[in-house]
Each structure stands twice: as C-alpha cells, then as structure tokens.
C-alpha cells in the first residue's frame, strides 16, 4: 500500500474486507480468536499475508485459519499473477480445500497429489506453466519431482505455506519426513530463479511452546526468514470434553452406546473412532457395522484407492462413523462431526491434540 489515505486503488485492492466480499461474499472476518491489538486475529492474518510478510498463525481448528492464506493468495494473483504454493499434508484435505474454492467459482485453484491419474495430473502441469493457476496445493513429496521442480520456476512465486506447519517440529517429523526438505527447496528454487526468498506463511492448531521454536528455527537456518508469531491459542468454546472408564471387555458396547446416545438416527451427524493400531480399527469397525452403524476403517496400511474411496464416503455424508488411526484427524474438514472417540488413551499429549 502506498500510505495515501486518499489512494481509491488501495481503498480496493489493498482493503481486505472488500476483497473478502469479492472473493468470498462474506462482509467481514470472524470475531473470533482476537489478535492482541483486540481485532480479528483471521483479520490481522489476512492483512500481514497481503503486506508480503512471513508468519506463523496459530489457529483453533475451526477457526478460519485456511482463509488465512487463501484470501492474500487469490488477492495477490489478481494484482500481479503470483503464484501461491500450499504445502499439505493430506490428500483428502487438499481436495475438500480446492473443491470447496471450485464450488465458490474460483476455478484457478489446483492441487498436485499422489491420487490424480496422468492426465490429470498433465493437465495441473500445463495450467501451472501457463498461469491459469493462482493457488496450488502440493503434498510435499511432489517437491522431489522434477516435472513439478520445471514447472513451479516457470512462475513468480508470491508466497510459501505450510499447512499444518507443526509436521516439521521433531513430534511430526515421522507422520511427514519430507516436510524437512520443504525448506531447502524453497531457498534452491529462489537461487535458481535469482531472486529474494519469497515471504513464508505458517499455519497450525498446535500451539505448544517448543513446536513454536522448532517451526520458527527451521525457516530461520533453512532460509534465513524470520517468522511473526499471530497465536490465537487452542481455546474452543464449543467443544466439550468427558473422560469415562471403561473395563477393556466392555470398551466396543459403550462405543455402540455412545454413537447411540450422541448422534443416533440423525442423519446429519457423524463421528469419528479413534484407535491405537490397524487391526483395532479394522475390528470396531466391524462391531459398528454388525450393530447396524454404516462404518469402515482407515488406516496407513490401505492402498490410495482404498483412502480415497473410505474418505470420500465419509466426506460426502455415506459412512455415518470412521474408525482410524490418528493420522486421520490431520486436516480432516468436515462440519458436521458431532462426535469423537478416543478408543485408546493416545501415546501422547501431541497424539491427544491431533485426535481432539
């Protein structure tokens, strides 16, 4: 912005809540969590993000922190034809992300993952090269591609994200292992295109002190980008929680009770079992099927056609119960579940949190 109060292009363009209304038909940002300065903390992401500068939200699940970077990145691309790289991941988030945007008219958003088939995937290519695109999510295995590598040098990159940032702390390291080459892509591909590093924003629900520090110092050593901390802590007000005992023989008929008692026969309601192992998932759910419940398993060790499939039943309203390992909570955007099942104490206070 140029600082002019009297400017009517930075009125338009460099005005968020004008650009939230054109890209999104919201008249303004929510409330909630504030920033310190006692505005929108989603607000004051937004505005940071449109400013070019790097950061790192933290976020409560549900509180808008993908509008985060979608809204600066749509902004950017319409003001001078950036490109916008999302690092995530979850293939199932990625595409509930696009779609959604899609189905709001805003067609110049892709994502590149292992679950598109050739052609689809040529095509992501050649809309990148061309620049069609103006936001593209990419699970971070893509970026050992060269295709991919060829493709993004072709475009002025306006800024990185890193989704669910917390993958590159040293509790994440093992669900996402190549999260940790995401720095040093960037800096190589800025080198290559003899240009500065591009501004670098990250964003988390998992707000612990040393993950802070882990995220903060990596882009610090890897690309020499200091990150402004916008924490809206983890605080959700609508959320309840319960502990209940349970002797091991009758964990499965309480599980049954409680999808009974919770959600029961609406059919707008839906929830979520979490188990410790692969074949606990494998065994409850097939306790919840023959107790009438439509339920499947999710878990690391089923081929990409079968996630895709079980996730998509379960994003699109066909499978009223999921049980799976904790991995599945990663990113999982779905508005209507009314119920979590934490089957199994989880290995951590971090595994709790990803299941919560």
């Known amino acids: 912005p140029c600082a002019d109060p009297e400017c009517t292009y930075c009125k338009e363009i460099h005005n968020p809540e004008v650009q939230l209304s054109r890209f999104f038909g919201f008249d303004k940002f929510r409330p909630e969590p504030k920033h310190t300065n006692g505005n929108s903390l989603q607000l004051e992401i937004v505005k ?91 699970s971070p295995e893509q970026l050992r591609s060269k295709a991919v590598h060829k493709a993004l040098l072709s475009r002025e990159i306006g800024c990185w994200v890193l989704d669910e940032a917390h993958c590159l702390s040293k509790w994440g390291h093992d669900f996402r292992p190549d999260y940790l080459y995401a720095g040093r892509f960037i800096k190589k591909l800025a080198e290559e295109q003899k240009i500065a590093v591009p501004p670098i924003a990250c964003f988390t629900a998992t707000a612990k002190k040393d993950v802070i520090e882990d995220i903060q110092t990596y882009f610090k050593n890897e690309t020499g980008t200091g990150l402004s901390l916008f924490e809206g802590g983890v605080e959700r007000a609508n959320l309840k929680f319960e502990v209940q005992t349970v002797p091991a023989m009758t964990k499965l008929p309480r599980i049954n009770d409680l999808l009974g008692e919770r959600i029961g026969k609406n059919t707008e309601a839906f929830a979520v079992v979490f188990r410790a192992t692969r074949e606990d998932t494998e065994y409850t759910a097939k306790f919840l099927s023959d107790q009438g419940w439509s339920a499947r398993h999710f878990h690391a060790g089923l081929t990409v056609a079968e996630k895709k499939e079980v996730q998509d039943s379960f994003l699109n309203g066909e499978l009223q119960v999921i049980c799976a390992t904790n991995a599945f909570g990663m990113g999982i955007d779905k508005k209507d579940i009314r119920l979590v099942i934490h089957g199994d104490t989880p290995a951590s206070l971090e595994n709790y949190l990803q299941e919560a």
Not at 65 to 77: C, D, E, I, T
Not at 131 to 136: E, P, Q
Request: one cysteine or more.
């Open 48 to 138: 940071a993000g449109m400013r070019g500068e790097s950061l790192l939200a933290i976020m409560p699940t549900g509180g808008g922190k993908s509008l985060g970077f979608q809204l600066p990145a749509l902004v950017r691309n319409a003001r001078r034809g950036y490109l916008t790289v999302v690092v995530s991941p979850l293939q199932a988030l990625m595409k509930d992300q696009v779609d959604n945007l899609q189905r709001q008219g805003l067609h110049n958003c892709a994502a590149l993952c292992g679950i598109l088939t050739l052609p689809e995937r040529a095509d992501v290519l050649r809309n990148i090269r061309s620049g069609t695109i103006a936001l593209l999510y990419l």
